[in-house]
């Protein structure tokens, strides 16, 4: 039971670490842009606060993964359109807790600190550190599936040339339902994502931290 509760307490401070990193450099980068929509809306902070979404929250406490609220970004405002636009703002989040993780594992690198996973009812700095450096990792590789209504998805519309993106976008409507599906199949033993993902989160964490 201890290590379970370390692992919470772990878990819960590396998501809200991960999602407002995430959120905020979204905001960031269309205020930066032009779009001041985020701004206005209260989203351009780093008070975990303005970016935890109710469900996504819940699902935090419940299952020890969550996300935040989607930053409002009006793409029609981003000084170079919306098309590359939205792709420059959809990648700030992924690439802020690449950023992140890679920051973090500094000290590990430097052997200042020994990965784990593993701790006593309080978690101590070396598992808070490296649960922050997997969740952050996790989260990048997670949102760059291009997939609706994930990152990647803007992002490879913002890449495709015009004829492909618009084809691509038809389809947007039906990302979300597909996504849910494949999540569902995890909890059955068919872990699509977890194949895909999985050898991506090793390579990342295998250059981060050795």
């Keep these: 039971m201890i290590p379970v509760i370390a692992q919470y ?19 960031w980068m269309a205020n930066q842009l032009g779009d001041p929509t985020p701004k206005y809306q209260g989203r351009l902070t780093l008070n975990p606060l303005a970016h935890l979404d109710p469900l996504g929250t819940l699902m935090l406490i419940l299952v020890r993964f969550g996300w935040g609220k989607p930053v409002p970004v009006n793409p029609y405002n981003l000084r170079n ?30 052997g200042l600190l020994m990965p784990t996973l593993r701790g006593n009812i309080i978690p101590s700095l070396e598992m808070v550190v490296t649960t922050t450096i997997l969740v952050n990792v996790i989260l990048a590789i997670f949102n760059l599936i291009p997939i609706p209504p994930l990152d990647g998805f803007r992002l490879l519309v913002g890449l495709l040339p015009y004829r492909w993106s618009y084809a691509l976008a038809r389809y947007e409507s039906y990302g979300p339902v597909f996504l849910m599906l494949l999540l569902a199949m995890g909890f059955f033993g ?14 990342v964490l295998l250059l981060l931290i050795g």
């Design 9 to 27: 307490i772990a878990n819960a401070i590396a998501l809200l670490v991960a999602i407002d990193v995430h959120e905020f450099c979204h905001a």
């Design 81 to 110: 359109g919306p098309k590359s636009g939205m792709a420059m703002v959809s990648f700030a989040g992924p690439l802020a807790n690449l950023i992140t993780a890679a920051f973090l594992a500094l000290p590990v690198r430097l």
């Design 190 to 203: 068919v872990n699509i994502l977890g194949l895909v993902m999985d050898p991506i989160i090793r390579l």
